[in-house]
């Protein structure tokens, strides 16, 4: 494919296209609602750099979201939508992966004045500084459920004996006393089932709950009432006697389901509600055909006891000068951005 590459003086311009195409890419992270919504909550003092590559018949092939912050030294670029975002990267369809990535290497040569360092975050996958260049700055985890199961029991028989039987084990428990799920389908309930999940996420980490979560909460309300109404968003409460003691919410979007956040009750951190509430988003979204649930950036256990699969993510960063190269020494050393 031979695409042009143009500038874009806003999301407006292309939003049915792009629209489009972030539903062939298969993620919510990449839809013109998720970088709108993240525009106006979290990145009003970010320059956006927007690119469109065309075919030569005038279509559009991908999309280059990137914004630029200037720091008192140093100007980074990234990717639009960075920070909450569990998966970042070019727009464009998986067939036309290759492609996206040359679109994206020149869409960096031709703003390299315009930044001094470049940090690209969570990319799906293994070897993008081979593809595109630049240093690799992390690597993390990505776990995913992914299969065709003709039940749920027969998706666990692909698990361990010991989760399995400790699955079961804690249902029967919690169905002792009086364990429900309820699922947020209307407007009117979304206020209150997200003052329950931001409320129990709090509860549980305190001051080390997640930046990115309940630090932008008006981001986080604004794209869930946007999801609710695109039939995306998965808010689900655990309740225990009628009383919440976890929440699940994610998205599903196309064929697979994005775990996004949970919240649950720390007093209630012996009977396992957190895995028990994950089991159930699992298996409802197996019940509804997804063929992936993607359980989010990281390694954390329960996540692995789920998962049959890891593609992996990687942060890849550019650099010149020598602000910006000190600035990718730094991001380096931390891991990330």
């Known amino acids: 494919m031979k695409a042009a590459l143009e500038p874009l003086g806003g999301v407006d311009e292309v939003r049915e296209e792009w629209a489009a195409l972030a539903e062939a890419s298969g ?17 009003l003092d970010f320059r956006l750099l927007l690119f469109a590559a065309r075919r030569e018949d005038g279509s559009l ?23 909450p975002a569990n998966e970042l990267g070019p727009v464009a369809r998986p067939a036309e992966r290759e492609d996206a990535e040359a679109v994206l290497r020149q869409a ?27 240093t690799l700055v992390g690597r ?8 065709s199961w003709a039940s749920w029991d027969d ?16 249902e029967r428990r919690l169905a002792e006393r009086g364990l429900a799920y309820r699922m947020i389908s209307e407007p009117s309930e979304l206020e209150s089932a997200l003052d329950v999940l931001f409320d129990l ?48 919410h994610g998205f599903r979007f196309g064929e697979a389901e994005w775990s996004y956040q949970f919240g649950r009750d720390p007093s209630e951190e012996a009977s396992s509600v957190g895995l028990v509430i994950a089991a159930h988003a699992v298996r409802r979204s197996l019940e509804e055909g ?24 990687e942060t890849i960063g550019l650099a010149h000068g020598l602000l910006g190269r000190a600035s990718l020494l730094a991001a380096r050393r931390r891991g990330g951005a």
């Open 61 to 83: 092939a991908a999309i280059v979201p990137l914004v630029v912050t200037e720091g008192r030294y140093v100007r980074k670029a990234r990717f639009l939508g960075f920070g």
């Open 155 to 170: 998706y666990l028989a692909s698990r361990s004996a010991g989760f399995r039987q400790e699955l079961r084990r804690k």
């Open 290 to 313: 997804a063929v992936e649930f993607r359980l989010g950036p990281g390694g954390q256990p329960y996540k692995v006891r789920f998962a049959t699969h890891d593609p992996g993510l």
């Open 201 to 248: 996420h709090r509860a549980r980490w305190g001051d080390h709950a997640s930046r990115w979560f309940a630090g932008h909460e008006s981001f986080q309300r604004a794209f869930s009432r946007t999801a609710l109404e695109r039939g995306w968003l998965r808010l689900c409460i655990l309740e225990l006697d009628g009383r919440p003691a976890a929440a699940y």
């Open 108 to 134: 960096l040569e031709s703003t390299r004045r315009e930044w001094d360092v470049f940090l690209g975050e969570y990319l799906l996958g293994k070897g993008w500084t081979h593809r595109v260049g630049g």
């Open 27 to 43: 993620n919510p992270f990449l839809t013109p609602e998720w970088c709108e919504a993240w525009l106006e909550h979290i990145g």
């Open 140 to 147: 993390k985890e990505n776990p995913v459920v992914r299969g």
